[in-house]
Every structure is written in structure tokens, then in C-alpha cells.
């Protein structure tokens, strides 16, 4: 495994990181849940993506049972806040109220002191931004957050909140959470030039278009038993990836995978660990022999002509 830093701060994450998305507390069954973190563990992987929405906390117990076997210092554990976690008026968004309640009720489920990197899982157009960096901080403050970061903000938002928190003299976001993977490249246009104009880090989702780039779907062909496609809440996001041109680009992007001799996965994992300001790539897995071939990618070094060949091919 190889590491790098989170942004600019001065810690450091595996290039490769294990998420929890429709996957643990889900239809993964929980053995192979189990089985899937500690192999990742082994493996080097020490960064462990989770939210409290996913599976309405359910994956949030599981990886925080296994995670607890190991020592507290050796992994970096992210949570996320935004999306509803009950029917009252007050159980979404980014106010203090649901943020501070949130924290402390993942910190429980999580059956930890304190977590590593906490996300705004969304922007709150309701909320008042200092509001919520406030909130945040005071985590920070606490000792209950050591990190905090957004996921699928616009840059107008990251900005804004670089320069409030800068103003009020608060806690800085550090990460950015977003998709990235070779169909979906909108972070190159903005979002990347003013990360790293603020030293914030690209922790990515959906590097292999949640399975797509696995070159397990089949155009035409139902979803394999089992897979994410096949799940009902999976099938419908995994959709926008499936298309006729995608699948053409997978034929030709499996014969420059076979002229390096890697998988098609590792390629398009490799593609996005190019981007220097990707701090790490969040991976699913349904089982752990996917992830012992997963982590293979951080060896894999592209050269110019290879990706000016990729570039051609996703163009």
C-alpha cells in the first residue's frame, strides 16, 4: 500500500480506502463484511469511509465492531451528516442541533471516542453556514472530530466556506468528497484547481462507476445475482453509468487494461490515482478477494502515452 496526505494536513491515508455505501448493513451479508475490512486492514488499507444514513446506521456498527480489534491510532475513520435519520422536522440537514446530535449518536453506534474526518454530507441551503462551520468546530474543539470535510459541495460553496471560516477564525475544510472516475471527470474543471489553491484533498467515490468499470455488466444483459446493480437502491444509481457509448468505451479500454496486463478495475483505479490531488479512492466490496485485487493498482504506473491513448478513448 502506499499513503498520502489528507489534503494538506499532516496525516496520512491509503491511496486506497474502504467505503460502506449501499454495501455493509446492506445486501452484503455480514461475514463478508467482516471479512472484507479486516482483509482491507491487512492489506494496508488504514482509511474507513462510512455514514450514519447508510443503512440508517447499520454500517456505521458493523465497521465500527471490526475497526475496534485493531489499534485505535493505526486507521483513520470518517462519518458523514446531512441526509434524514428520523421523520421529524429537525432530523436532516446541517443545523447545530442535528449535527451535534448526529455526532454523538454515530460516536455510539461507532463505539468510539472520537472521529477522524466528519463530512457535511451535502450543503443545507437552510442552514446558515457559519451555523454550521460553528458546530463543527465546537466537535473539533471537543476532541470529537479531529478533521472535517464536504462532500458534493459546488466550488461556490467550498469557497464561501474557506473564506467564513477564515474570517471567524474557524475549523478549515480539509476534504472534499466527490465522484470521480473516468465517465464522470467534472472535479477537473473547478473543484481540483481550487482545492488545491486551499490545500484541500479529493477523497473520491465511485472510482470504478460503482462496478461498471469492472467490466462485469453486460450490455443488454441483466445485472449479476448478487451485485450492486442488482440491488434495488443500487440499480438506480448505477444507471447513469450504464450507458451504449460507456460500454463501447469499456471494449476499448479492456484492450489497453490486457496490453499492460492488469485488470480493466485496476487500470481505471490507477487512471484516478494520477490526479496528485486525490488523497485516496474509496472502494466497495462485497467480498475480500475484490479488494486484495483492487489494492493492486497502486503499483500500477501509467505513462504518457498510455494516457493519452485512455484520453482518446473517454474523449
Known amino acids: 500500500m502506499k499513503y498520502r496526505r489528507l489534503g494538506t494536513t499532516g496525516i496520512k491515508v491509503s491511496e486506497i480506502s474502504l467505503g460502506s455505501w449501499l454495501t455493509y448493513g446492506g445486501y452484503v451479508e455480514e461475514e463478508n463484511a467482516i471479512k472484507s475490512i479486516r482483509k482491507a486492514y491487512e492489506l ?39 441526509f434524514p435519520m428520523g421523520d421529524g422536522v429537525n432530523d436532516s440537514g446541517l443545523s447545530r442541533k442535528h449535527i451535534i446530535e448526529q455526532a454523538n449518536a454515530s460516536l455510539k453506534r461507532l463505539g468510539h471516542d472520537y472521529i477522524d474526518l466528519y463530512y457535511a454530507h451535502r450543503y443545507d441551503p437552510e442552514t446558515p453556514l457559519e451555523e454550521t462551520l460553528r458546530a463543527f468546530d465546537d466537535l473539533v474543539r471537543q476532541g470529537k472530530v479531529l478533521y472535517i470535510g464536504v462532500s458534493q459541495w459546488t466550488p461556490a460553496q467550498i469557497a ?64 449479476p445475482a448478487g451485485s450492486r446493480a442488482a440491488d434495488q437502491n ?49 472502494i466497495g466490496a462485497s467480498k475480500p478477494e475484490q479488494i486484495e485485487e483492487n489494492v493492486k493498482a497502486v503499483e500500477i504506473e501509467l505513462t504518457q502515452d498510455v494516457l493519452k491513448r485512455i484520453d482518446d478513448i473517454l474523449a
Request: glycine share 6%; aromatic share 10%.
Open 44 to 82: 494496508g488499507i488504514n482509511f474507513f469511509d462510512t455514514s450514519n444514513v447508510y443503512r440508517r446506521g447499520e454500517a456505521e456498527k458493523i465497521v465500527g465492531k471490526v475497526l475496534k480489534e485493531f489499534p485505535r491510532e493505526s486507521y483513520v475513520l470518517a462519518t458523514k451528516v446531512f
Open 160 to 223: 464561501e466556506a474557506i473564506h467564513l471560516a477564515d474570517k471567524k477564525l474557524l475549523d478549515r475544510i480539509v476534504v472534499n468528497q466527490p465522484v470521480y472516475n473516468m465517465f464522470d471527470r467534472y472535479i477537473e474543471d473547478e473543484i481540483i484547481p481550487l482545492s488545491e489553491r486551499y490545500g484541500i484533498g479529493q477523497v473520491v467515490y465511485s472510482p470504478l462507476a460503482q462496478g461498471v468499470l469492472t467490466g462485469k455488466y453486460k450490455q443488454g444483459q441483466a445485472a
Open 234 to 282: 443500487g440499480s438506480k444509481m448505477i444507471a447513469r453509468f450504464m450507458t451504449d457509448e460507456n460500454f463501447k468505451r469499456i471494449e476499448m479500454l479492456k484492450e489497453v487494461a490486457n496490453d499492460l496486463g492488469v485488470s480493466l478495475a485496476q487500470l481505471a483505479l490507477a487512471w484516478v490515482l494520477v490526479q496528485k490531488n486525490v488523497s485516496s479512492a474509496i
